[in-house]
Structures are given as C-alpha cells and as structure tokens.
C-alpha cells in the first residue's frame, strides 16, 4: 500500500504527460496539413494564388477539430523568385517582385505560401513543461 502510495502520483503524471504529448502532435499534425491544404489551393492556378482570403478560409476549415482549443491563424500570400536570383531566401515578403522579370530567364517562378499557427495548451499545468506551445507550419507550392 504504500509503494502503491508513493508511485501512484508519478504514474498520473507519466500519463498526463503522455496524453497531451499525443494531443500536441495531434494539433501539429492538423495545422501542417492545413497549411497544406492552403497552398495547395493556391498552386492550381495564378487565378487561385491570388484568392488569399478564400486559401485563408480554407486552411482554417481544415483545422476545425482542433479550433475548440484555440483559435487557428492563417496568412495566405505569394512568394515570387529567379532561378538565377542571389538567394534571398523566403523569410524576406519583398525580396522580389512578382511582376518583375528575371534576367536571362523570363517571368519568375510564382509560389502559393500559407502559414498556419496555434498556441497549444496542456490540459493540467506540468512542472517542467511549458503551458503554452506556438504550433505553426508554412507551405509553399510552385504555381502552375
């Protein structure tokens, strides 16, 4: 009895711990693919990369069964690059312009980006573990 006593708190803790490690991955699982699903829309067309409120929209659907949480954000948008461009990277919005053209090659290559966040929260606060987790994903898909 009592070292049924004594381990019995950490045996709770070990499952407390196990189930909201499975509910964060669950969230991460769901806000990938909603950016996904986002970008995915943007990439069928130049017209659809365009539509950034309805891939908004979209990806914010796609994550319902885990909104009841916490709300889930979504920036939907396009990122235009040269294939023989310096690197800039994605992270810069207006490193190139998408109505420019690219020396030598033409018109640049058009990507859907959408980025998806949520702030998880465990079910009972753990020592150790933060009580709140930003689970977020961006997507980009080359524009047909």
Known sequence: MV???VTLP???LLCLGVGDFGRLLLHAVTVAHAANAG????AISNVNAVRYSERQDLAVSDAENVQHVNPITAVADI???????PAT???DPNAFSCSGTCAGYGTPRVFART???QTFGPVAPIP???NNVD????????VQ
């Open 3 to 5: 070292e049924f006593a």
């Open 10 to 12: 950490f045996l709770l």
């Open 39 to 42: 970008s995915l829309f943007g």
């Open 79 to 85: 990122y235009c690059d040269c294939p023989d461009a």
């Open 89 to 91: 990277g994605p992270a």
């Open 115 to 117: 980025q998806v966040n």
């Open 128 to 130: 150790g573990i933060p």
């Open 135 to 142: 689970v977020g994903r961006m997507v980009y898909m080359r």
